[in-house]
């Protein structure tokens, strides 16, 4: 008897742990589905229209209340990749706010172009509300999601409101599809530009600034081609982590280590669709 009780009650206890987690996951991606319908509404390829988020501010503003009042509570029984998901979302909702509510920037730091985020002084150490803590995007980014949570490929869903950075999606990241949407994000920005650059005649890589400022988080990575190795050190897991979102002949070319690696200069330029 006391055998078929407690069998029972494991089985209720299951059954509850299944509903609670179930539960979760759909705040999660009712949350994430709200952001889709803001960013489809002002984003096309990349590019934001602030004019018109300027012009209709709601459905933002809406969202981000939604998000500052996330408990952590509640935030505790998502997913890893739930959170995640939450928190780059929320980065790129406030970066979003915080350009909105200034726009037209047009500042008079020389060291940046008129039209840039960096015209917004303390830019990343502005306060923001998310999960019931006044944060700022500086530690959501570096010490929330790079750390806390550990995932290095978020540097490709942080889109900081700047051509260099990776082009904002016209949709939000879904912890349910997360890992896929990281890869996906880090492809399309190293088969850009402002990502990488492969120049055989002049023998070399050019990768972006984020590989410099970042390089500690890629230098876990294995698997890297022993002539990378030999001929770049340290940075070889670099390189092997761009070559392996690159075309196939590229990536052979880049793994042969016979050219020079260099830093792409960062475009601070707005992503405004007026700049496009």
Known sequence: MFRQ???VFAMALA???FALSAQASQEAEELEAAFDAV???HVQDGWVDYAALKASPKALDTWLGQVAKVSQSELSEWSKNHQIAFYINAYNGHALRIVRDRYPIRGKNSEFPESSIQ????VWKLPIDIAGETLNLDKVEKEIVLGELGTYKAHFGFVCASVGCPA???EAFHGGTLDRELNLAAQVFLRSPQGAQVDRKAK?????QLFNWYAADFAHLRGTAATVQQVFAERAPIIEFVGSYLEKADRDWIRRGNYDLE???YDWTLNDISNR
């Open 204 to 208: 070399k890589l050019r990768v972006s």
């Open 168 to 170: 904002l999606k016209n």
């Open 119 to 122: 015209q917004i002084p303390d």
């Open 263 to 265: 830093y792409l200069p």
């Open 39 to 41: 960013l489809a509404a």
């Open 15 to 17: 059954a509850l742990s």
């Open 5 to 7: 009780t407690s069998i």
